[in-house]
């Protein structure tokens, strides 16, 4: 069975700086997928960022990035220029390949953007 | 877009009782599951559909039940509710494998 890490429950970050949300991973598969889901308060779940295990580019999305390190199972996400509307729930989430579209999540990580 | 619809945002519930949840999508998806979302423990899957009438047991299928009778819709049944399902609980739908989940907002349920 897989097993998702957030180490951080809970972080802050000043408006326009630059934060980094950690993930570590823990399976045997050599090929899956990896996801960044965010959740603004009392607003739906919406996905950040994905990236597939077998590509060694770090994915980006305008000021979304990760740090994949597959060697270490470590999926990190760094947010430049860190908005006000950042401030939400982001959820690190593992899916293996074959298995059906599902998906297991981190427990989580609230980020608040200080003004 | 795509829109993922649960029926209540709130729901309080007594001991006992059998409750509905229900969930519809409006993109034609396959894939339709049910999740529940725990402070530190982030979103666990209680069951999952990829097909009409088809189910899948997630990591904590134990007090719920399920039915997909039409490809939009997928309900989460409690036969019998238990203080210990107290929780939100996130219906998600997907088209294929390794691409996005859609959620909906959410149901905050309350048993007393």
């Known amino acids: 069975a897989q097993t998702v890490t957030q180490s951080q429950p809970e972080m802050s970050v000043q408006e326009a700086e630059t934060v980094t949300l950690s993930c570590t991973y823990d399976?045997?598969?050599?090929?899956?997928?990896l996801f960044w889901y965010k959740q603004p308060p009392s607003r739906q779940m919406i996905l950040v960022i994905r990236?597939?295990?077998?590509?060694?580019q770090n994915a980006t999305e305008n000021r979304f990035s990760v740090n994949f390190q597959k060697a270490a199972k470590s999926f990190s996400l760094k947010i430049s220029d860190s908005q006000l509307g950042d401030t939400a729930m982001y959820f690190c989430a593992f899916e293996r390949v074959n298995a059906g579209n599902m998906l297991t999540f981190g427990g989580g990580t609230r980020l608040m953007v200080k003004p | 877009d795509v829109k993922v619809t649960q029926s209540s945002r709130y729901l309080v519930k007594r001991t006992g009782e059998k409750v509905f949840l229900e969930c519809v999508q409006d993109?034609?998806?396959?894939?339709m599951f049910w999740y529940r979302q725990d402070p530190g423990l982030g979103l666990r899957l209680i069951y999952f559909?990829?097909?009409?009438?088809?189910?899948e047991k997630g990591d904590i299928p134990e007090g719920y039940s399920v039915s997909r009778e039409k490809k939009e819709r997928f309900s989460l049944i409690l036969e019998s509710a238990s203080t210990n399902q107290t929780s939100m609980y996130l219906c998600a739908s997907g088209a294929d494998v390794s691409y996005e989940q859609y959620f909906g907002p959410g149901t905050r349920l309350t048993v007393t």
């Open positions: 993109m034609d998806h396959e894939n």
């Open positions: 399976t045997s598969e050599n090929n899956y997928y």
């Open positions: 559909s990829y097909d009409v009438k088809m189910k």
């Open positions: 990236q597939e295990a077998y590509k060694q």
